[in-house]
């Protein structure tokens, strides 16, 4: 049997997961911290935001708006638990990165 050395495969690990790190710069933002004075989600604070383009400032806006403690993206298409949160606002936003809607849940 012959050995083959696993290292040049261990080597390249690093730049395939920078390749991955690249190609997800249009994805949603990363998470928004919790609101420090949030409690229960009022979702008519939020729907204002509605027609604005998604960002992490926008994302603490909303927190700050909506009372809420967490904020959930919603991507288009994208699959999500149907567990309810009183504390939790969920952003909708379209392909183009556009909020179409603003929940409590």
Not at 16 to 23: N, Y
Not at 35 to 40: E, H, L, M, N
């Amino acid at each position: 049997m012959r050995f083959i050395p696993k290292a040049p495969v261990l080597l390249l690990a690093p730049a395939m997961l920078g390749a991955c790190t690249a190609a997800m710069s249009d994805a949603a933002p990363g998470p928004v911290p919790p609101s420090p004075t949030g409690g229960a989600c009022n979702a008519d604070g939020g729907s204002s935001f509605v027609g604005q383009r998604v960002s992490e400032t926008l994302g603490a806006r909303v927190l700050a708006a909506t009372g809420a403690k967490s904020l959930r993206w919603g991507p288009p298409g994208g699959a999500m638990t149907m567990d309810f949160r009183e504390d939790r606002v969920n952003v909708f936003y379209d392909a183009n990165m556009v909020v179409e809607r603003i929940t409590c849940g």
